[in-house]
């Protein structure tokens, strides 16, 4: 097995080679209503992953499965879940599928079982979390804890808060909402001012998250945080626990309640079925529904195994999105959940995907002359259909969209209006849309006239629940490394946030010339 | 004055012809504090737009300044103001700015004083939300509301919650928060159900804003609410306001308390500053804070008269966006505001900009050969640098980016870790990404190499206040016209949202064929 530039493959130019497929027709009468039918794929959670308003047919799909054998990508991911070295810049082992399941061999690394590291920090997490709830853990006056803070930023930030707004309304109407959630992450004072000020802090166990425990912002927030326990009356190690690795600061510390580890091996933006979201997650909804999501996760990470792209929605997922980007060149790509408990998950697969695939240079540092990882943006539908659509249905761009979407709302409570309840009306509007943005229309005023040939797929599932969220987020995962494997990149590192780090110490520091002199006088910093 | 296609102008071949500045060597030493120093124009608030770090000399500037000239924007923004019938598809007259003041002639329509009209609204909403402060609108029991809720999606949510969100950390440190403000929005209906248990109904307004009375997301979620006021034990009528055209069916219905007006001439995204954002800011906020926005608003407006785009920074900061999409290529452009009050300013400016310029014809119905309106994301700093800006540092799209800074923060409280506070490391994030973008970095190890030349702007003020946030408002309004004027596009109508709406319909009265059919039964409607 090797690691190739992507145009080094022979499919690389068979692929650039077909005629594109004309979405327009194929979408059409009964052949579309038969690509409905054949073109889509079960996923974990009861979900299917649909891609018949994908630009492919069933040439394209052949030649897509020629890459992945010829890119071997199942054979990449069994490297990566095995424990080999996949993240060659830092010299890791990239371990986050394990935190849900074995996939394949036992994983031994500095000298542990890393499964069984896994699993038993999510007991110890659990068991914590059982005691707060229980009222064996409690706060210096002897009552319940009632609300969670996270305070941590980047992947220690977007995806736990991106689960936890997932299945806030779900639990709530279930039962099994123990505590509210809330999260502090930019350094921006006014965060942790504003969160702080919403919340009673006698009554708050904050979770502070840095697996270095030397993340600036994180730090900074937790004085604030302590600062505002002191104003109480509080002492801040009754408050705080810490989700960090075990060789950092925070580690074992006594200023905290408790330390909950993860390692090297959980790069920051899959770390939320980690410690880094097992603490707050468990601590929110209790660790059965964190074992749910687990469980979800597991399921789909099993699906992402098989080497027949047909079986393997996130595979198919990787391939037709780089098809769309390499051959098709389409430079952005719209997350679109029809889903209002999804209203972050856009922003965590941000982080997921650009951080990861927004790279130049392959997994060896060699430059690469293809384009990697696109633009991710959306916010939940129909809201999006009252604002940035235009652009995708007449605009010059051509945005390949990902819509998500679920049959039944998580609340019990709907409404009938005009015959049909908002459920309805909600998926009423994105079978529309996506018919809208293949098939386009003809109009005599060219102003309302629709092009069409605007590739669409869909994810839909019963009900945003636990298992179903977490196979989500497994996808996405799934379809990010599986994209970075065919882009021969390193996903797993992210060199490209470091130089703004290094100068804003030197704006701190005063040791600064030119032009980031100028800047930082213009901002008021000197 | 003609308004003709952008690649008709002899501006256009111009600016084609033109050598790239390489940013990277312009930054560099000296010179590049040189620029940071000249290269800026003053805003209202307070504010200044700083251009220092994009891909443009004195030469392109000149350039830039023959294409304004030559598209005589400044004529046709005076048009536009004395009540020309700028959105030509839909024949209406394009009169937001009228809303903050009067910049040119009376404006006549429909036998009124469109100036009279808005003030006279806002004056109703003023002694609205004053008497219900005071305690002389109350509820059924006589208590006080506490709370505002706005039903409304599109331009009746995003801008007014983002202004919302803008100033509430603001209000609640100058004690000039009146009322919690709450915003119900998506068709799905976990949104109104979770605003819903969020609040104490029997102290609560609902503000429902539809222009024409008919939006279905709206009036859908009208009846939650309803249904919630019901199972309280109350009126709706005694907890409702409206805000609607004049001749909807919502107008001067008893169904509800009052009702406020605007008219076709304020399009549903540049609608903050009419009663749409007018009612629910004057009841958080208080009137005098909603005229502070409206007084920095029109402080902006003036100043995008001038015909030099050196003193009219959002004409500048349109030509220079014009100047990346058309001439360098770039796609996208990302709004990051290091500021946590403007965490939803972006996606209010995603719908402004991509509904108003994602357009693929000219404002005469002929279709463009030229790239439009890109792709608008974005999230607050620092947020994003642990997030998405791995991409925008190393990605192989090169994405303009737009920051937005204050030196101050808006609540009083700042902790001071590592000599320096919170909102010192704040500023000197920005300054140092600005740094990093423009001129990158060499190294040996080639993933830790950053190619630089990756253009910003930014927009400084002290602080984030009524009047700055009301420039702010104006100056992303007017850059978007402009832009609109050099494409020459109708940047104020949005035929793109129709067909969407259309199939929708024919879904929910199964009405289909086809794909249609086939995605509706996947959805579990049919």
Redesign the interface.
Known sequence: MEWKNFDQLEAYAKLDGMAPVDLKTV???????K???EY?VPMAGGM?Y?F??KSVDDDVLDALQALADEAALNEKYAQLYNGAVINT?EKRLVLHQLTRGQLGEEVIADGVNKREFYVSQQTRAAEFANKVHAGEIVNEAGEKFTTAVQIG???S??GPRALYLSL??WA?VNGTLKMDAKFI??????????VL?SIDVAHTIFVLVSKSGTT??T??NE??VK?AIVAAGLEPSKHMVAVTSETSPLAGNPDYLDSFYMDDYIG??YSSTSAVGGVILSLAFGPDVFARILNGAAEEDELAKNADIRKNPSMLDALIGVYERNFLGY??TAVLP????LSRFP?HL??LD????????NRF????S????????G?????G?????????????I?PLQFI?F?????E???V????????????????????F?C??EAE???????GGRPSS?I?GERLTPESLGALLAHFENKVMYQGFVWNL?SF????????????????AKDT????????Q????F
Chains 1, 2 share one sequence.
Not at 445 to 451: C, I, S, V
Request: charged letters at 20%; a negative charge; hydrophobic letters at 35%.
């Open positions: 979408m059409a009468g009964e052949n579309g209503a690509r409905v039918e889509k299917v649909s018949a308003a810049g930023i980047g992947g930030d977007l806030e309304n709530r992450s930019n350094v921006d004072p006014d965060d942790a001012s504003a000020a600036l912002e730090l900074t004085s604030f600062n920051g933006r430079g952005e029809y889903s209002q408990g922003a941000q982080q650009m951080e990861s695939n927004g790279k130049s240079v540092g060699e430059p690469v293809y384009e990697t990882g696109s633009v991710i943006f916010e939940p539908g129909t809201n259909q009252h604002s940035f659509y235009q652009l995708l249905h007449q605009g010059t761009n945005v979407g049959k039944k709302n998580q609340m409570n709907d409404v209006i005009q015959d049909s309840t908002s459920q309805q009306k909600l998926c009423a509007n994105v079978a529309a849309q996506i018919m809208a293949a386009g229309k005023d060219p102003n309302k006239y629709f092009a869909i839909v390193n590192d992210q060199e490209g946030v470091q130089l703004g780090k290094v100068l804003a110490k030197k704006v701190l010339e030119g032009a980031l002199t100028a800047y930082s213009l901002l008021g910093i």
